[in-house]
């Protein structure tokens, strides 16, 4: 089993189905982790040496309220099952990843977020209650009130909590499929951070993709709205979506490519308003299946990183400097900013300020020595890097950032393990 980054690790996971969430888990000395689908980019969903309990064969819907639109469904259901499901009927989910080809059980254990995360928070807060299963034996109900501790270490938990069998999520009304979006092309952070403020006051998602390469950083934000609109103004939904066939003995992103799709993706004709089916607005990469492949078989990293409010712009501007005179980059660099509504996990990633992700082919050594001078940026900027998506934090790194850890460390499932859980708690 490898994570959604290709990266290689030895020893190999064990793997173990589970198809009825009523079934006991496997006893043994190995340490045990869950596994959804597969799309954390680094080694959360790791357990090198021990056993992966494969879920996506919890795949039931079990309860849905119309009046409240609260879903409870297996963990291993994915995201886009309940899209599909759920949207004609007029419900969408309340906040949603850059995929939806991830499982409600790791959503939950990454408390995942999105482009509405100033006005919505993380996934966590759309969660009433769920089914926690222990190694002991034990099937705890948590919720706010219920199990509250245990609550809030699962959401944001890594899945390192015990095994989720089932979740309740809050879904929201939406009138249709369709996304009004405004796009705006800026140069210069200054810019993009005024021009975000302005558009986070009236629209729900807002995102900006960025040139890293560029020696002015520039981009476009785009910012949408769920919107009703007729059949006929709304383009369909992608009906086949092409994929990367084999994986490249070599990355495909290097530097020369990277400047020729950027500078084509920066002047592409762009309309300052349109009306767009959602699926492609939300989950842009969703459009090409295994689009991991092209990094080539040494695999990629993601530098996922949260900076605060206060030094938002100064601390990304270094970041972004870094990375340009390193040469090295990401074809999809994604910046944004994050709200300050709380999420209920203790280890939940999003802190007020600014989001800056970043895909890095897997180069040794010489990204590795990137990544220690954005570490130091991070750092002292007093920010986090984002487990769902990391593969070499340092553990001091993700002790300062994650100050509650030692707390969340009692709740953790003795039998319960993984390879970020040992390299950055020891």
């Not at 015990?162 to 929201?172: Q, S, Y």
Request: aromatic letters at 10%; charged letters at 20%.
């Amino acid at each position: 089993m490898q994570s959604w980054g290709n990266l290689p690790y030895d020893p190999p996971c064990r793997q173990r189905r589970l198809f009825d969430r009523a079934a006991p888990l496997p006893t043994g000395e190995a340490p045990l982790l869950a596994y959804g689908n597969g799309r954390s980019y680094g080694d959360v969903c790791i357990n090198s040496g021990g056993e992966l309990l494969q879920t996506r064969g919890l795949d039931r819907y079990l309860a849905f309220d119309d009046a409240t639109g609260i879903l409870r469904a297996e963990a291993g259901v994915l995201l886009d099952d309940i899209i599909r499901v759920f949207l004609p009927r007029g419900w969408f989910l309340p906040v949603t990843p850059g995929t939806r080809f991830v499982t409600l059980g790791g959503a939950l254990a990454n408390d995942v977020h999105g482009k509405n995360h100033h006005v919505a928070g993380t996934f966590g807060c759309h969660v009433p209650r769920f089914e926690l299963l222990r190694s002991d034996g034990g099937r705890i109900e948590c919720s706010p009130t219920e199990n509250a501790e245990l609550f809030a270490a699962t959401i944001g938990g890594l899945g390192l909590t015990g095994l989720v069998t089932w979740i309740e999520l809050r879904l929201r009304r939406v009138p249709g499929p369709a996304i009004a979006v405004e796009n705006r092309r800026f140069h210069g952070l200054a810019e993009f951070f005024a021009l975000n403020i302005e558009a986070e006051k009236t629209h729900e998602h807002v995102v900006a993709w960025i040139d890293c390469l560029a020696r002015e950083p520039r981009g476009i934000l785009m910012a949408g709205n769920h919107a009703a609109a007729s059949a006929a103004a709304v383009p369909p939904a992608p009906t086949f979506s092409p994929a990367v066939p084999f994986t490249p003995p070599l990355s495909l992103v290097n530097r020369a490519s990277l400047a020729a799709f950027n500078a084509a993706y920066f002047h592409k004709p762009l309309p300052a308003r349109a009306t767009v089916h959602c699926l492609p607005y939300f989950y842009p990469l969703d459009n090409l299946l295994y689009w991991n492949r092209i990094y080539g078989r040494r695999g990629f990293y993601q530098y996922q990183c949260a900076v605060p409010q206060a030094v938002q712009q100064d601390a990304t501007a270094a970041l972004l400097a870094a990375i340009r005179e390193s040469g090295q980059g990401s074809f999809l660099a994604v910046l944004k900013t994050l709200g300050d509504m709380a999420s209920p996990g203790m280890l939940s990633y999003p802190l007020p300020g600014a989001n800056l992700a970043l895909d890095f082919p897997n180069g040794g050594a010489h990204t590795l020595e990137l990544f220690k001078r954005l570490d130091a940026i991070v750092r002292d900027a007093g920010g986090r890097l984002y487990p769902a998506k990391d593969a070499r934090m340092p553990g001091d790194l993700f002790r300062q950032g994650y100050p509650q850890w030692r707390k969340f460390s009692q709740y953790v499932d003795p039998k319960f393990s993984s390879n970020f859980w040992r390299r950055v708690a020891g």
